[in-house]
């Protein structure tokens, strides 16, 4: 329940974006579309939560997870002496990932495409395994046990806590938005690309859902944790198929981080296009061969490595991201109603049912925001409640930049 309903929120979202987005096809996604809707201060804001904590954090995390699996796969001891110094591996693989993949996007943009094109077609066939494995060969039956949990768990506040963890894994709708500018015939393909990729991506997760809840009791899974489709795909195929999981989840985040990185500094460049930003000249420079935005991506690669080394659980990391970008998304919501109110005509590209869409995505939002809210105030550790305070400070940083910037030009 929890990934189909954060899937439709999705879903809702993006075609949402996509509306705006077929009206203003240029490079830096919400950041563009808030500024021209709302005024270049929120706009700078929005463009600010993305570059200091919604990105780096994002970055962040998925190359902890990537990190978690390497070291697994390889037995990696837990700590590492370079030159004297003891570190944590899974720090330091990270970061590691971080910068090659950070270098790899400061080559032509050919190189990162491909990779890109063949780390998603690499990472079906596990998914496609799980979901036929769990469809005609599983047994343990837990989904109706699941169910019957589901008012509980909506009573405590804990589903929207559940589906505030969907949307980490559904994340990346909205970045494709940030590459507006780099791509052909926007006004058609940024629509498409977000409205299909996440249909498909929906289905993908329900299935895969569905295939490991039909393959293993509740409590099992729960056990297990990250290890459940590893020991599914053991069930079905032996040693060797847990071995092909693990690339597969591997090279799956790794595209992941691939496009992460890839789009982020897009955002750092046009604000610095728009002199938003301290050396902005700096952050503005192309690679002279390869046309990337090299300085951009090395400032969100910094970043993203503070945060590996400020916070310990990329969990938390994950959870608290999402809950500072759907305030911005909220903002783009409400957002479509304004442009259609301007234009006095349909968009480019309108979402049908409209206003369904845009108001299904501002009911979720409120819903996943508030639900945190009240998690977090009942949480004994208060770890959620500083993660949700030390964001929006992060964020909050923005508006004296902002300011400063305007008059003084740093």
């Known amino acids: ?75 990696l001891p837990s700590t590492m002496a370079i030159f004297g110094f003891s570190i944590r591996t899974v720090i330091l693989v990270a970061a590691v990932s971080c910068l090659l993949i950070a270098l790899m996007n400061m080559l032509d943009n050919r190189v990162s495409r491909t990779f890109a094109l063949t780390t998603t077609s ?6 496609l395994a799980l979901i036929i494995f769990g469809l005609f060969f599983g047994h343990a039956g837990a989904t109706a046990n699941s169910v019957n949990l589901l008012s509980e768990q909506v009573g405590k506040g804990n589903f929207g806590v ?13 970045i494709i938005s940030n590459l507006g500018g780099e791509i052909k015939n926007p006004q ?15 289905i993908a997760y329900m299935g895969v859902s569905f295939g490991v809840f039909s393959s293993l009791p509740a409590e099992k899974i729960v056990s297990l944790g990250d290890q459940a489709p590893f020991r599914i795909m053991k069930q079905a195929f032996g040693p060797l198929g847990g ?5 597969g989840v591997m090279i799956s985040v790794i595209g992941t981080l691939n496009s992460k990185i890839l789009s982020f500094p897009r955002v750092v ?35 993203a490595i503070l945060l590996l080394n400020a916070f310990s659980s990329s969990q938390d990391l994950s959870d608290w991201l999402v ?5 911005f998304y909220l903002l783009t919501f409400i957002a479509v109603f304004i442009l259609r109110h301007q234009l006095n005509r349909k968009p480019h590209f309108a979402a049908p049912l409209h206003p369904l869409f845009p108001l299904l995505a501002i009911i979720g939002t409120i819903f ?36 400063l910037q305007k008059f003084y030009k740093l």
């Not at 929005?46 to 962040?60: D, K, N, R, T, V």
């Open 122 to 127: 690499l990472k079906l066939i596990p998914i």
């Open 323 to 327: 809950f500072v970008s759907f305030l």
């Open 162 to 174: 559940a589906v505030l963890s969907t949307l980490f894994a559904y994340d990346g709708w909205v």
């Open 269 to 303: 460049f046009e604000m610095a296009d728009q002199q938003q930003l301290p050396f902005s000249n700096l952050f503005h420079k192309l690679g002279k061969k390869s046309k990337t935005p090299n300085y951009a991506t090395a400032f969100e690669i910094v970043v």
């Open 368 to 403: 996943i925001e508030v639900s945190t809210i009240v998690n977090a105030f009942s949480d004994p550790t208060g770890q959620q409640l500083f993660g949700i305070i030390i964001s929006l400070l992060i964020v909050a940083i923005g508006i004296p930049l902002y300011y």
């Open 243 to 247: 071995r092909l999981m693990d690339i």
């Open 188 to 202: 058609k393909t940024l629509p498409r690309a977000v409205t299909l990729g996440i249909t498909i991506v929906l």
């Open 1 to 75: 329940m929890a990934w189909f309903v954060g899937g439709v929120l999705t879903l809702a979202s993006a075609m949402s974006v996509a509306e705006l987005g077929s009206e203003m096809p240029q490079t830096g996604g919400i950041y563009i579309y808030i500024g021209k809707i709302f005024g270049k201060f929120w706009g700078f804001l929005a463009g600010w939560m993305q570059i200091s904590f919604y990105g780096p954090a994002l970055i962040a995390s998925v190359s902890f997870f990537f990190s978690t699996f390497f070291i697994s796969f390889f037995n």
